[in-house]
């Protein structure tokens, strides 16, 4: 079984920062592209960033400039440094991760449970 948890998310001012954390574990053979999502209230889920193991990064053009996703391959764990955080960053953000685990031996995405942003303004 494969599990990714996410930690970091809370209530935070308008122009303030947090910092969300996705720990990825179980029976992993490698991870390939790391990621966030996001889904507010009434709305689909939509992309905020990716990674890829050599550590190319993708944003969504909402988030350029704002929030800085990185990863650390030995902990199997993806990082979303928000700053700037603005009303409209309010969501629920998901880890997604592109994992080959030794069920299959083949690639997937797993998800994470979410957690709770909320940016008072």
């Known amino acids: 079984q494969v599990q990714l948890v996410e930690s970091g998310g809370g209530l935070v001012q308008a122009g303030g920062s947090l910092r969300l954390s996705c720990a990825a574990s179980g029976n992993i053979i490698s991870i390939n592209v790391m990621g966030w999502y996001r889904q507010a209230p009434g709305k689909q889920r939509e992309l905020v960033a990716t990674i890829t193991t050599g550590g190319s990064t993708n944003y969504a053009d909402s988030v350029k400039g704002r929030f800085t996703i990185s990863r650390d391959n030995a902990k199997n764990t993806v990082y979303l440094q928000m700053n700037s955080l603005k009303s409209e960053d309010t969501a629920v953000y998901y880890c997604?991760?592109?994992?080959?685990?030794?069920?299959?031996?083949?690639?997937?995405?797993?998800w994470g449970q979410g957690t709770q942003v909320t940016v008072s303004s």
């Open positions: 997604n991760a592109d994992i080959r685990s030794t069920f299959g031996g083949y690639y997937r995405y797993y």
